[in-house]
């Protein structure tokens, strides 16, 4: 395998059922251990000195997604508009978690943190159950280095915002998270109905993986979809809030 192939993820790279083996196991447990780590360690210094730590992972990320962007500009030899928008953008829904963290990161309001971990850490749960990129080749080429990094981080960086005081779950507060989740659902059907740059983001339109999973007619599953995301996004605020008035109690 010469240099260029492992780059441009061109060498023959036989499908293999890597889900829930070793390096995906090796990759939670890793992932598990920096969390815990970094808290431990960083959970009571200053301001700065987390933020440091958030920038790290962060720099990575964009090293990667750059990076990648690079690669497949090089590498392509469609130069059509609706092409360079699909390398240029971020189009899954991981793809927007990864750069939602560095947002966050940038931006550095609380809201913006509430808003990627929120939705970073429902991205990489549902890919870190069952990875469909990144452990199921016989080589880890650079694409499956680029899936499997980039996923752990955001995972890493959306616990860390919580664990690490950046986050502030509060309802009198969330209508800042809803004008980011309006502003992204604007993306979403852009790229999907205008740009026409990915089919399915989220997994919410008919006859998608996780629908095929669960076996369950369109109408209920899109039912029970958007139950679930109201459940998801509240837990956020209850845990929080509900610590909140328990402080206030104890006083």
């Not at 947002?103 to 940038?106: F, G, K, N, P, S």
């Given at each position: 395998m010469r240099f260029i192939e492992w780059l441009y993820s061109s060498y023959p790279n036989p499908h293999v059922d890597g889900q829930w083996g070793a390096l995906h196991i090796i990759t939670l447990i890793l992932c598990l251990a920096i969390v815990v780590t970094s808290t431990?360690?960083?959970?009571?210094k200053?301001?700065?000195a987390r933020r440091i730590f958030i920038w790290v992972l962060a720099a990575v990320i964009i090293i990667f997604e750059v990076a990648r962007r690079v690669i497949n500009l090089c590498k392509t030899t469609d130069y059509s508009t609706n092409n360079i928008l699909r390398i240029l953008l971020p189009r899954p829904g991981c793809a927007i978690s990864c750069?939602?963290?560095v947002?966050?990161?940038?931006v550095n309001k609380k809201f913006m943190y509430n808003f990627a971990s929120i939705i970073g850490i429902i991205c990489a749960v549902?890919?870190?159950a069952y990875p469909g990129v990144g452990f199921n080749n016989e080589y880890i080429l650079f694409e499956n280095l680029y899936s499997i990094v980039t996923h752990s981080l955001f995972l890493v960086l959306c616990i860390c915002f919580i664990t690490l005081r950046f986050t502030d779950f509060r309802y009198k507060?969330?209508?800042k998270e809803g004008v980011c989740l309006l502003v992204m659902a604007?993306?979403?059907?852009?790229?999907?109905f205008v740009l026409k740059i990915e089919s399915d983001p989220f997994y919410f339109m008919p006859g998608n993986d996780v629908q095929e999973i669960v076996g369950l007619g369109y109408g209920i599953f899109v039912t029970l979809y958007v139950a679930f995301?109201?459940?998801?996004?509240?837990?956020?605020?209850?845990i929080n809030d509900r610590k909140l008035v328990f402080k206030k109690k104890s006083k």
């Open positions: 431990l360690l960083l959970r009571n200053s301001s700065k750069w939602l963290v947002i966050a990161t940038i549902i890919f870190f507060n969330c209508w604007v993306y979403v059907v852009l790229e999907m995301l109201l459940l998801y996004f509240n837990a956020f605020y209850l």
